[in-house]
């Protein structure tokens, strides 16, 4: 069984950055792409950036785009989201989840992840 936790969320101003973090349980992280995804309030749960397993290879909602940037550490068994430049609308749950096949390529479909965390609040104020 696989453990995400998340830290790192809290209330900023707009304009402001945050660095969330996902620690992962287990020795297998390192051969899964990890992704980042939210859900606002009364919204969908929405894609926002991925990573290979490797690192190699990134990918990011249009959304977030030049402001957030995924990357990975497989010696600690963490992925990070840093995110910069926070707007009123970035405000949500933000989840990390493994991609459910190992060394597979990156996804941005929610259904291709099969282990997730608990979540950490991220509100931006104007």
């Known amino acids: 069984q696989v453990q995400l936790v998340e830290s790192g969320g809290g209330s900023v101003q707009a304009g402001g950055s945050l660095r969330l973090s996902c620690a992962a349980s287990?020795?297998?992280?390192?051969?899964?792409?990890m992704g980042w995804f939210r859900q606002a309030p009364g919204k969908e749960r929405e894609f926002v950036a991925t990573?290979?397993?490797?690192?190699?290879?990134?990918d990011y909602a249009d959304s977030v785009k030049g402001r957030f940037t995924i990357s990975r550490d497989n010696a600690k068994n963490t992925v990070y989201l840093q995110m910069n430049s926070l707007k009123p609308e970035d405000t949500a749950v933000y989840y990390c989840?493994?991609?459910?096949?190992?060394?597979?390529?990156?996804?941005?479909?929610?259904?291709?992840?099969?282990?997730w965390g608990q979540g950490t609040q991220v509100t931006v104020s104007s």
């Open positions: 989840a493994r991609r459910s096949t190992y060394y597979s390529g990156i996804s941005s479909r929610s259904y291709e992840y099969d282990y």
């Open positions: 287990g020795r297998t992280f390192s051969m899964y792409p």
């Open positions: 990573i290979t397993w490797n690192g190699g290879r990134t």
